[in-house]
């Protein structure tokens, strides 16, 4: 049975590789190499498909040389362009600077611990804490359009009010907090993170109580509020939706260029979530 509500978002992974070994990552990674010519093709049948917004993950997208490309080609079609990225390739240059202010809405960086020893170990990157906060003081003219990402698991969830008063002297636009999901090759490491809903939904409201977050917005994303709210397609065109729960894995529904595509998306996939919906605005 198809789904009234039509998604409006999509998710684009550069699935082939990635630079950093995030235990919790959701990707499949090992796809076949990255072609422009055919992320240039799925961007625009993304854009024909009638969806409005399109977030840009990992692998991390400034990994290619060609995503200035990418990106002019998502702006020109009228997407709200989302760039989710580690930030190793965010090359800090004027012309960076200037590609992101003219083509991104939205730019999301991590960040999963107040301090770099529990960053750092959520995402098995040394030195990755420093990094990111160097790529965060020179954002600083982007503020407005910035998102920081936040992986909660049992791992780090009493970090929270510490992460809490970092966040707010970085000032970014948005802080979105992921209840760790054991979804796809995430869940090998289920029994390191695993986090209840409850636990989760808990701890966001203490934030809320105890922190003054001012003109920053606390979005809150728990595992099941995900879940088929959106389409992931890789850069081969490959499309992968979730499974019905309470299975934690994906269910591949063929190629976005395949005619009925639409059709088997809006089978499994409703309207975005209210807080997703928030984050974009009226697009």
């Known amino acids: 049975m198809t789904n009234s509500?039509?998604?409006?978002?999509a998710i684009l992974n550069f699935a082939h590789r990635c630079a950093m070994k995030c235990e919790w990552c959701y990707v499949p990674f090992g796809d076949s190499?990255?072609?422009?010519?055919?992320?240039?093709?799925?961007?625009?049948?993304?854009?024909?498909?009638?969806?409005?917004?399109?977030?840009?993950?990992?692998?991390?997208?400034f990994q290619y040389q060609f995503i200035a490309n990418t990106l002019e080609l998502a702006k020109k079609l009228g997407l709200f362009v989302h760039v989710d990225t580690h930030g190793l390739g965010l090359s800090e240059t004027d012309e960076t600077l200037a590609l992101?202010?003219?083509t991104v809405d939205l730019l999301g960086l991590p960040l999963d611990g107040s301090s770099a020893a529990i960053h750092e170990e959520m995402r098995q990157s040394p030195g990755h804490y420093a990094r990111?906060?160097?790529?965060?003081?020179?954002?600083?003219?982007?503020?407005?359009?910035?998102?920081?990402?936040?992986i909660v698991s049992q791992f780090n969830i009493n970090n929270l009010p510490a992460l809490a008063n970092v966040v707010c002297s970085l000032k970014?636009?948005?802080?979105?907090?992921?209840q760790y999901w054991p979804v796809g090759p995430a869940s090998r490491v289920e029994r390191r993170h695993a986090l209840t809903e409850?636990?989760?939904?808990?701890?966001?409201?203490?934030?809320?109580?105890a922190i003054l977050f001012d003109d920053i917005a606390l979005e809150v994303n728990s595992a099941e509020s995900r879940r088929n709210t959106y389409p992931i397609i890789h850069h081969d065109a490959k499309v992968f939706v979730h499974a019905a729960h309470p299975e934690n894995t994906?269910?591949?529904?063929?190629?976005?260029?395949?005619?009925?595509?639409?059709?088997?998306?809006?089978?499994?996939?409703?309207e975005d979530r209210p807080a997703a919906i928030e984050r974009y605005g009226s697009q």
């Open 33 to 61: 190499s990255v072609q422009e010519s055919v992320v240039a093709k799925v961007v625009e049948r993304i854009a024909e498909l009638g969806f409005t917004r399109l977030t840009f993950g990992g692998g991390d997208p």
């Open 172 to 178: 970014p636009s948005r802080w979105s907090i992921y």
């Open 100 to 102: 992101l202010k003219s």
């Open 132 to 150: 990111t906060m160097q790529k965060l003081a020179w954002l600083s003219d982007f503020r407005s359009h910035l998102k920081l990402n936040t």
């Open 198 to 209: 409850s636990a989760f939904l808990e701890a966001a409201d203490r934030l809320r109580e």
């Open 250 to 270: 994906f269910v591949h529904v063929g190629s976005i260029f395949d005619d009925h595509v639409m059709d088997r998306i809006r089978t499994t996939c409703i």
């Open 5 to 9: 509500a039509r998604p409006s978002r």
